[in-house]
């Protein structure tokens, strides 16, 4: 049993389109990231939540603790955007990371 | 923005040596640093937590005597894959938090294949 659960696995979109992942989580977190991985490898930490909304340029991340969900969402996406983005919640009272399998994004021009 | 390096970024071994990976936080502090392993296709996958001046916590089921991590700095953790056999062979992360809110800054990671 995995504690993040990401959806999609896979999404291919338009340039131009909305985008929007989800993740969902089994344990009480202190905080909730969200990571974007490029083909490389290396990976950027672009939002960590604990509560409400957050957004930075055409990225809005939201968290509802009550019902242990989280939304990622790309507006006008680019093909720049194309990569993984994975979910990774830190539990309450830990230094630990329990991460989403990730959701594999590819933007076409 | 806090940076972190690691050094090697790719090393190929062959099966039986030991294999050591440095994790640098360039312009920050960092008293915790985390090592993370990601198989193809796969998430990351936490490993150790890393602590300046005392021992690492290893998560359950990663081997500390194969796994070794030293933090002797607040700059620097060293992970040394000893005796490294073909199923060693991953992607290996390390991150570090740093900021008010702890944001974690990761490293770019390294390949590692054992033949």
């Known amino acids: 049993k995995n504690e993040v659960e990401q959806s999609p696995q896979n999404l291919t979109a338009q340039e131009g389109e909305f985008i929007t992942i989800n993740c969902s989580y089994s344990?009480?977190?202190?905080?909730l990231h969200w990571l974007q991985q490029h083909p490389g490898g290396g990976i950027v930490s672009l939002f960590m939540l604990s509560s409400g909304k957050k957004k930075h340029g055409r990225l809005i991340a939201t968290i509802n603790i009550q019902e242990k969900h989280s939304s990622l969402h790309i507006t006008a996406s680019h093909p720049r955007d194309s990569a993984v983005y994975i979910c990774a919640v830190t539990p309450k009272r830990t230094h630990q990371f329990y991460f989403g399998t990730g959701t594999s994004l590819t933007v076409i021009p | 923005g806090a940076v972190v390096s690691q050094h090697p970024s790719r090393v190929i071994c062959k099966s039986g040596t030991s294999v050591k990976i440095e994790c640098r936080s360039l312009?920050?502090?960092?008293?915790?640093m985390f090592w993370y392993r990601q198989f193809p296709k796969q998430s990351l996958m936490l490993m150790a937590t890393?602590?300046?001046?005392?021992?690492?916590?290893?998560e359950q089921g990663v081997e500390k005597d194969k796994f070794l991590i030293n933090h002797a700095s607040l700059t620097l953790s060293t992970l040394t894959v000893t005796s490294a056999h073909p199923e060693d062979s991953s992607f290996y992360i390390c991150s570090a938090p740093w900021g008010v809110r702890d944001t974690q800054y990761f490293g770019p990671g390294t390949r590692l294949t054992v033949l």
């Open positions: 890393s602590n300046e001046g005392s021992k690492a916590t290893y």
């Open positions: 312009d920050f502090q960092a008293t915790t």
């Open positions: 344990v009480g977190i202190s905080a």
